[in-house]
């Protein structure tokens, strides 16, 4: 946790803090958004914390244009915008009429709702952090850190499931979390979708992460239009739940794969969804291989915000985990569950298709080599550390 407060303290969020007047911190419920925006706020001066939740600091809000104009020396927080979406309207009041930087920090769980009100009040006054749960990078300085990366594999990036004295806490921890969510946050969006509805669709894109989204066939499995099916996934996308993963475009002439991947983007919740409880219950089970491929591809592209993913299948079979493009290389990226993985003949023929300069596998290895005069194995880590000193 330290690590991550530092990153926070010395790089992108103080900036944004003095480049603009509002700098907005999203990310799921839970996954330590208010912890450290306090820390953030006990570090500088003249600071006021809000949580919109309780009561009591909501009713300082009664009149937000005379509490920000008192308040104008200080930045001011607020925790779980999204639940009042009416506030954004008196940020941008106040952010034109002080003309300074630094005035608001808003953090919000679910994206969809914060970014459609303050795409409509606060253009270009607003910038965007979003921040997920852990990482491996800020784990691995920790001691044993091969059993902590296993551990997040496991539990998750949430700081209290990563952080839980055992197994059995952790997996009660997500359990609860999982209900939570289903009962009061979605609810509390203003969102009507019965609860048994929504956790009864979430455990079966739990049985079909890391697979292309068929919105058909789960439309037929819940008894419900495939309308329905696309606003349940927009749902669970937009409250940092789900990854859509898009397909790569290209001008190749036999037909590829135009619908999306889709993940459970925390692991622990994915186990939690699936009834998997230790290792040794994750090695034995069907979903091993995709819940490895979710978990190293959400640990790359959670590394990287700027860097648009996607990946590539066509009717042949032939396919590529992720591709993406940075520094003007090429990079296409294949997961497998193995310590001893290989490839298929496709994965070369669609990366010569591309044109890909960086071609890896991604395995739980316990280090890096080459595969081949143009493949790397390597675990997340490994892939990131090559990237980020290109």
Known sequence: MQKYIERLLTGTLKRKLKENPV???????????????KTVLSNLENTLFLDLEKHSDLNKLRDPE?????????????????????MFRYLRVSADATQKNGQFLI??????????????TLAGRIAYIELTPFL?????????????????????????????????????????????????????????IQSSQLHRFWRMLAHVTAQVLNKSKLASSLGVSSHAITRYVDLLSQTYMLRVLEPF????????????????RDSGILHALMNIKSLNDLFAHPIYGQS???????????????????YYRNSDGNEIDLIFQYKRRCFAVECKASSSPKVQKGFNIVAETIKATDCWIIAPVDRSYPYDKSTSVGTPADIIKYIKKL
Request: charged residues 25%; proline residues 5%.
């Open 292 to 310: 490895w491929e979710g978990f190293a591809i959400e640990q790359i592209i959670s590394s990287f915000p700027n860097i648009r993913f996607s």
């Open 136 to 192: 491996y990078e800020e784990l691995k300085n920790n001691p044993d850190s091969r059993n902590n990366f296993f551990r997040l594999w496991l539990h998750g990036g949430f700081p209290r499931s990563t952080l839980a004295i055992s197994e059995e806490a952790s997996y009660e921890w997500r359990l609860d979390f999982i209900r939570t969510f289903l009962e009061r946050d979605i609810p509390g969006l203003g969102i009507r």
């Open 66 to 86: 005379l509490f920000f104009s008192l308040n104008k020396d200080k930045l001011i927080c607020l925790d779980e915008i999204q639940r009042t979406p009416e």
């Open 107 to 120: 953090l919000g769980s679910a994206s969809y709702e914060l970014l459609k009100q303050s795409s409509e």
């Open 23 to 37: 700098t907005a911190l999203l990310g799921p419920r839970q996954c330590g958004k208010s912890t450290l925006a």
């Open 249 to 264: 475009y290209s001008n190749e002439k036999k037909r590829v794969i135009k619908s999306p991947k889709i993940y459970i």
